[in-house]
């Protein structure tokens, strides 16, 4: 399969052509306006011509042969006309036809197989079925099944989505400007994965921005995002799922499996991919870094606007989306404090008053001294640019901003607006030229900020960026007692307290004389998971009497409450002084493989939901992220007085979990380490639970 | 003083006109565009005339009286001419001039001191100084110092700011329509709370937008909100000010005192005010509750939608705003699956398929079917209106919607695009003619769709809509002992432990004999903060003995770490169970007066920062809104299987913390209960500090 054919083709065949609205003559219409005349045939048996444009009755009667045929025609006579187009030396084909196994019938799944089979058979690059099509603008190939308002969309924003309605969507946003624009479908031969690895390698792309519901090729997909982590190449996600309605939605839309979506927002902060709400954050996180001609050195703003009360809505907006306006340098403050009228206060963000904003000088000479500031990597000057210019300002600040942007050592400046307005065209064009963004009104401003931040904050270095992606399982379910999954884990590193299983009173006796009290006593068993709410634990025992009679009534509690479980004795522990009660987990994703947890145990899990995750493999690095990102993580670092927990030893624990499940990937379906205590210098963890697939 | 002649004067005369660029020029062509020729003097002695209009040399020279001077000319002009204004009979006057309070100094302070005088020995109406003017749109009168596009703004939007630049963006922004948009400047005599009134009262106003960076008279400000609550005129604010650097910002821009962000908060909460976080969605939410002809009978949310993808970023955005997508009646399903094409599945929200968008007769069902859920309150329209049609879905949709709202008893429909893109005018016009407001982009939408419902969720009977103002405090501060603390509480039904204060040996055995054990010995004084870190604090007393030896101890500590605190002795209390922790607070807020804090004790409070607060007088129904807002109620309620506590005993004693500190605003500074144990059956207070001013 080459997926060159497909999205770069020499010659293409319309099939199903019409003058009339619908997906046939809406992609003649895109074909007719962008594309080469000698470039594109169009077929219809039943017309001579289409928009003064000559029909052939089929393909057999081209004059020569094609790489790419566009199939408009309904989904009972595609399978005919790929083989027809095979025949005229096609190797790709873009089928835009419904009914197959997004309708989640039987019928639907066999159409689909019999259309991959076909597509196999043939070697060809299948684009959907049910989809849009696409359009490549750097080569002006546009076999697209929407139409949206005529504009020059030429530019370095990669798209691909799974949903054909929003690539028009995109195209609809009136500032982007794009180099590939794709409608993935079904994709049943040509994945969302390989539209995506292809615009990774391309060099017209600069930013990719993703419409996905799911992932189909979690292995190709982690490959790729690798891939543009190394190069850096911004990745920008729209993915719904977060709820559990979007999950059902997009079941029903594209049949995709769209998996845990926690489990993404890991995937995404290994791979430094930027994950968004909705298009219009997609739309203008993306233009923002396609229009800068280069990615910040650093991820400190400084804030210039005309007004007080925009510098407040700024101070407050960067607060709320954890925008760093840096404090500028004392030499930054005294220059600044000469340009500006008596009245202003040099600060960041700055009011720079709107009279510098009537004059090219003093407004470039201030903003060249905030963006001189040695800790500042990005500017936003916050300026309503109108459609429709009604004070002169623009013509000012824009020539100002030319002048500085224009300098050899310029840094990322970007512009943003108050209130919604499709900006005027002349001036967005003029601050695109220099480089600068004009981004939606502040909210979404300072979201794409963020965004910014986070991609110029990231560092691959610091992350594992592989994943362990395991086998599908073929197992039946089962659950470890206590013991074995300690010893499971003992292989690992993980500290627990001294331990023997007693088959009788003696043995019970014998085990908590060499292990030393006090002792607790727990019932072994991989059927007994209530141990503590049926009497099957016994605390702080301090006599051999106690033992014994401990364990006397743990057998007998267990006979009673489980009288069918497999019981492999009784555990008699060392009790050990409690520390700070944290938990590990993992949760091994069939797609993704093992997800590892950390937090705080207890209520702060189970009612604040204080915990943070990370994909396996686990770095260093990424434990110490996690256990930082947890809000709870104050009470590890010596709360009121309290000393400091050893985070050391919890990070090595995570890690060591980490390897355990990478290990076991293809037979683990859970982990619950929980509690492990950490303690001033080491961690003890004092009750594990294996669950295998 | 009378504001009408302000705002609605017949005759005004306009000082320092010119033809340049600026604050005198701008009010021209203001003037000029918008007003009645022969409701205005232009006058300027050095000029005959300007933009063809007859300049006056003075005031004195008019030819009749006049109601309103509008002064563009400099600081140092402006009294004279407020003379010679009074003297022609006006009862108002707008100032331009900034260099008074604003700036900071002792000159600018007594100039506006010596300003207001002259104005309150006149009587005049006074808009400024430092303000930028306002527009009357009901009845043309535009004495306004900025230009923006050119428009028909007349509407039903009455905006009050702090900041003149931002009553321009307001204006900028393309689809609001206004009823006066007002620049308050220093508020010096006519304040922002007189314009909010004036607003509130108007009958062309139906929504308020307000810009405040802070309030001059809280009282006048609480006594209008509460005039629109019980009106149920929606009013909705921008404050600058929940980060520190913005608070700075606005103390240096109009000089506003901006006192404690969070109080704003709950102040709003209490009237039912919409607070926003930019101008956009101030002026989103304000376009779309000016727009709907009614207010949504219920906040429950029906969505429809033309793809799959968006209906789940729908789904999605819905989730994390809060917003509640009802499930739709059997019924509605039912003629939903008949309408739809096969592939699609009925829900909410729906994705009703493209298919539908092109066929108004289906359209129009669909949306009615949706709309006439019985459980239904708003319906929102997901489609990206451009400002060039490129594709007709939106004939059929704008004539669908035409027709289903037309109907008698049809619901609250809004349109919710999803790039940003300055609306189609004609069909956004259509759309706002038939009651439907197009909103911004979604993250926007969805932040106006929540501000919407909790509008219509509001409810004035469930709120002490009142505050308790103090006087300003003449004291110096001053902190009372626990039991000096507790006396004052007890009178308002708090329950504490049974407690004496001992001074000798003896009388603390005989106190404790007669409390009974175990007891709980602490020093009593209003010095001692500190009591347990320094030893002058014994739990778990069990015998007379021990309560004689802790005396003694207790004492000593006391002498050595604080030698010159005044002690009133030893208390013996009763030592109680623990319950759950919980803690109670109160900040008198100097201007809202007292502000009631509830939460969960220790970590949750400090480190979880889990409280809520509620401005004094609180109410039952406040009571519970506050505890059953905490993420730890469920702790309360009953967690893993331990019995649910108290709530009613707990909010009972926030009503009676609240009815403490109305009592005594004059003197509170502050109050903590730390903790209250909150019991199965009760509550006890274990620890109270009241500080006073």
New interface residues.
């Given amino acids: 399969m080459d997926i060159n054919k497909l999205l770069k083709p020499n010659k293409i065949a319309i099939i199903g052509v019409s003058e009339k609205?619908g997906f046939g003559g809406d992609t003649c219409r895109n074909v007719l306006e962008y594309m080469n005349e000698d470039s594109y045939y169009f077929i219809n048996p039943k017309r001579e011509v289409a928009f003064g444009k000559k029909c052939y009755n089929s393909l057999v009667e081209l004059p020569e042969n094609i790489d790419l045929v566009v199939i408009c025609t309904p989904q009972h006579t595609v399978e005919q006309l790929i083989k027809e187009a095979a025949a005229k030396g096609a190797k790709a084909a873009v089928v835009y036809a419904?009914?197959y196994s997004?309708?989640g019938t039987k019928e639907g799944k066999e159409a689909e197989e019999s259309l991959i089979n076909l597509c196999e058979e043939q070697d060809i690059a299948l684009m959907g079925p049910n989809c849009a099509g696409y359009v490549n603008f750097i080569n002006n190939i546009s076999p697209f099944a929407?139409?949206?308002?005529?504009r020059n969309r030429k530019g370095s924003v990669g798209v691909v989505?799974?949903?054909?309605?929003?690539v028009?969507?995109?195209m609809?946003?009136?500032k982007t400007k794009f180099s590939y624009a794709i409608s993935a479908g079904n994709s049943s031969i040509c994945k969302m994965e390989n539209y995506l690895e292809y615009l990774v390698e391309d060099e017209y792309t600069k930013v990719i921005a993703m419409?996905i519901?799911g992932v189909k090729d979690a292995d190709l997909f982690t490959r790729v995002l690798k891939k543009a982590a190394i190069k850096r190449k911004p990745i920008v996600v729209?993915k719904?799922?977060?709820?559990e309605?979007?999950q059902?939605?997009?079941a029903?839309?594209?049949g995709s499996l769209s998996g845990a979506d926690k489990v993404y927002d890991a995937l995404f902060e290994k791979f430094g991919v930027i994950r968004v709400?909705?298009?219009?954050?997609l739309?203008?996180t993306s233009l923002a870094l396609a229009t800068m001609k280069k990615i910040p050195e650093n991820n400190n703003f400084a804030s210039m606007n005309?007004?007080?009360?925009?510098?407040?809505?700024c101070?407050?907006?960067?607060?709320?989306n954890g925008i760093n306006?840096v404090d500028f340098a004392p030499e930054t403050l005294k220059k600044l404090d000469e340009l500006l009228p008596?009245?202003a206060?040099p600060?960041n963000?700055l009011?720079m008053t709107?009279t510098l904003s009537?004059d090219v000088e003093k407004f470039a000479q201030a903003l060249d001294t905030v963006m001189s500031d040695p800790s500042v990597g990005i500017v936003a000057i916050g300026y309503?640019l109108?459609?429709?210019i009604?004070?002169?300002a623009i013509y000012y600040m824009s020539e100002g901003i030319e002048r500085v942007t224009a300098q050899k050592n310029s840094k990322p400046v970007v512009m943003i607006p108050?209130?919604?307005?499709?900006r005027n065209s002349e001036y967005s064009e003029k601050l695109e030229k220099a480089g600068v963004p004009v981004l939606?009104?502040?909210?979404?401003a300072f979201?794409v900020l963020k965004n910014i931040a986070d991609f110029v904050g990231y560092d691959a270095a610091k992350h594992n960026i592989e994943v362990e992606i395991p086998n599908p399982s073929k197992g039946e379910g089962s659950v470890l007692s206590e013991s074995e999954s300690k010893e499971m884990l003992k292989e690992y590193g993980m500290p627990f307290p001294d331990c023997k299983i007693a088959k009788s009173e003696e043995d019970a006796i014998e085990a908590a004389k060499e292990i030393d009290f006090p002792i607790v006593a727990k019932i072994d068993s991989p059927d007994i998971l209530h141990k503590s709410d049926t009497g099957c634990v016994k605390l702080n025992l301090n006599a051999e009497n106690e033992v014994k009679e401990a364990f006397n009534e743990i057998m007998n509690n267990a006979q009673k409450h489980y009288p069918n479980a497999r019981i492999n004795g009784v555990q008699i522990n060392n009790m050990v002084a409690s520390g700070t009660e944290m938990i590990i987990g993992v949760n091994n994703d069939p797609q993704f493989g093992p997800c590892v947890l950390c937090g705080l145990g207890g209520?702060f899990v189970?009612?604040?939901k204080?915990t943070s995750l990370c994909l396996a493999p686990v770095s260093r690095d990424e434990a110490y992220k996690m256990v930082n990102s947890l809000?709870?993580v104050?009470?590890l670092r010596g709360?009121?007085g309290n000393k400091p927990a050893d985070i050391d030893a919890y990070v090595e624990a995570i890690v060591n979990v980490s390897r355990f499940a990478c290990d076991h990937k293809d037979e683990l379906k859970e982990l619950d380490i929980n509690p492990i205590f950490v303690y001033e210098n080491n961690v003890c963890v004092v009750d594990a639970l294996v669950v295998k697939k």
Wanted: charged share 25%.
């Fill in positions: 609205e419904s009914g997004e309708v929407f139409i949206s308002e005529e989505s799974q949903s054909g309605q929003l028009l969507s995109m609809d946003s009136p419409y519901e729209l719904t799922g977060r709820s309605k979007a059902e939605i997009a029903s839309h594209t709400d909705d298009l219009e954050e739309m203008s005309l007004s007080g009360g925009e510098t407040g809505i101070a407050d907006l960067g607060e709320l306006f008596g009245y206060t600060n963000p009011d709107a009537y309503t109108l459609q429709d009604a004070d002169p108050f209130t919604e307005n499709t939606p009104t502040s909210n979404y979201k209520v189970e009612v604040f204080d809000k709870g104050k009470l709360y009121r």
